[in-house]
Every structure is written in C-alpha cells, then in structure tokens.
C-alpha cells in the first residue's frame, strides 16, 4: 500500500490549478489469491460456479485479456500476483480470453505462452485461481510490480536522450482529445518518437520505453507501461483538469520516479458545433501545444 501526501503546483491550468493535482492520498493495492473448487473461466474474463458443457481436470489461473484491457492495465491487472503465486502452483496454467498480440508478447517473455488457454467458449476447471485486490490492510503491491517489470524491461540504453510520447487511444479514451492531429505533428517535429503499445509488438513497446529518457503520457490506464523504462527517467502526466486520478502518480513513487503533471483544458461540449465525423465521445478536451512546451522545456 502506498500513500503519499505532498502537496504538488502542476504545469498549465487555470488560477487554482493546484487544486486539481488529483488525489494526495492514493493507495495501492496488492494482490490475493482466491480459490474456487471446479469453477469455471468465461470468454468474457468472468468466473462462474455452474457446470459447463466443457470441463478439464487441473488448475489455472485465471487471467482477464483482450482488446477490452489495454497493455497497461494488463500489466498491473492479476498478471503480477500470478506470477508471484506461480513457484506455489508449478503445474497451473493460464486460462482466459483471447489475448491481444501485444499482451501475448509480454506472455511470450515472460516465458508463459505455452501455459496460456485462450477460451472462444467457457471451460471448466478442477481449481480455478483468482488474482484479485487485496483488502486495504493487505500486503503491499511494490514486490510484486517490481518482480514482473524486471522480467519484461529491455536493459537500459546508455547516453541516448530520447523523448516518448504515449497518447490516449483513440477507440479506448474517456474524453475525445479535440487537438490530437495537431499535437501529433508538433511531437514528430521536436523528434518526440509516438508509441502505439496496443497495436504495435511488445517488444517495440519495451525498447521504445528502455530508451526513453522523458515520458509524456496521457492516459491513466497506459500507467502500466511505466515500469518498463529506467529508474531515471523523468514522466510527465497530462490530465483535463479537474480529472487527475492519482494513478500514474502512485505508480512513479513505487518505481522511484521523478512525475510532474499538466493540466490540460477541463474537459467541455462543443454546443454550437458538430462532432467530428467518427467521434464517439461528446465531452473533449485540448492539449495546449504552447503551454505544454514550455513545461518541457522546464523539466
């Protein structure tokens, strides 16, 4: 479990931006093992105590995947707690929806691949485990983080400065990012490489992130993807304001990273104009390129 409690004046923003740095009291969990006694796994990720058509003797973990859980999530989903409880269960398998290519690199790293059942219909088991938060008072998150993303990080590239930028995915973001054309060119012509974790492999994902000597990342759910870059790497979270969770933070004080946070606009809608065309959200907001430069430039 992991609090933290400093007060922090945020990048952009309003007059009283230091009002909506998010959170100062954030906890992380850890994570527990559950058994259940000839359960079943669904496609869908959920678990079920009624018989199925399809049953197998043996025990798996089950572990949610899919297009509905990106990289990041999936990384700081059950994947750590299975895989300390993994040395108890030496004969367990994986079992669970199917996974993206990306989640299933990390499972080919982690050298789980071939223990890994991907169900297109639900399937009985003899002992179904599940990785679940723990209580508040539980153990904390910090041993089990730290153990998977030192398997996964690519080793860490000397003396080259390379900045990263991980936008919020398009088909997966809360709020439509109005000005994401824009703030895209400018990133490509101040050689900030762009990186697409849910649809580029694993492995490009990992080396992007080992080289990476700042990280701009605007997604709460992308905060996974932190443990896969150095310890001295510097992360700046963009957030609307008003909207800052406190995950990203929470995660860089566990992986002893330095985080500063900009506030984007708050998050608005566009009454008196049409929704771009494709647009799945009403409410968006916009980066200020300007304003985003120049805390860049400060850090």
């Known amino acids: 479990m992991q609090r933290l409690r400093a007060g922090i004046v945020p990048y952009g ?16 969990r850890g994570r527990e093992i559950v058994a259940h006694e000839n359960a079943a796994c669904l496609p869908d990720g959920r ?9 197998q003797e043996g025990t798996v973990f089950a572990l949610p995947a899919g297009p509905a859980i990106s990289l990041g999530g999936f990384l700081t989903g059950s994947l750590p707690g299975i895989l300390a409880a993994l040395p108890y269960f030496p004969e367990a398998g994986l079992a669970g929806p199917r996974p993206t290519a990306a989640q299933m690199g990390v499972l080919a790293r982690l050298g789980l691949r071939e223990r890994h059942i991907a169900l297109d219909a639900p399937r009985g088991f003899s002992r179904v485990l599940e990785s ?29 400065p390379e900045r990263v930028a991980i936008l919020p995915w398009v088909h997966k973001a809360g709020f439509a990012l109005r000005n994401r054309a824009s703030l895209c060119a400018w990133l490509r012509a101040r050689r900030v490489r762009l990186l697409e974790p849910e649809t580029a492999p694993f492995e490009a994902t990992a080396a992007g992130l ?83 430069c120049r805390a860049l430039e400060s850090m």
């Open 210 to 292: 080992s080289r990476a000597t700042q990280i701009i990342i605007a997604d709460a759910r992308d905060a996974g993807l932190l443990g896969l870059c150095s310890s001295d790497t510097r992360i700046l979270e963009i957030a609307p304001e008003g909207w800052a969770c406190g995950k990203i933070r929470a995660l860089c004080a566990t992986l002893g990273l330095e985080w500063r946070l900009f506030l984007a606009s708050a998050p608005s809608y566009p009454v008196l104009r049409p929704l771009p065309v494709g647009a799945v959200e009403a409410l968006g907001y916009e980066i200020p390129i300007a304003a985003l």
């Open 13 to 28: 923003g309003g007059r009283r931006a230091a009002l909506f740095a998010g959170p100062r009291d954030v906890t992380i």
């Open 47 to 55: 678990l079920s105590l009624e018989r199925v058509a399809e049953f």
């Open 132 to 160: 679940r938060a723990a209580p508040a008072h539980g153990a904390p998150a910090e041993a089990d983080m730290l153990a998977l993303v030192q398997m996964l990080r690519d080793p860490a590239a000397v003396d080259v």
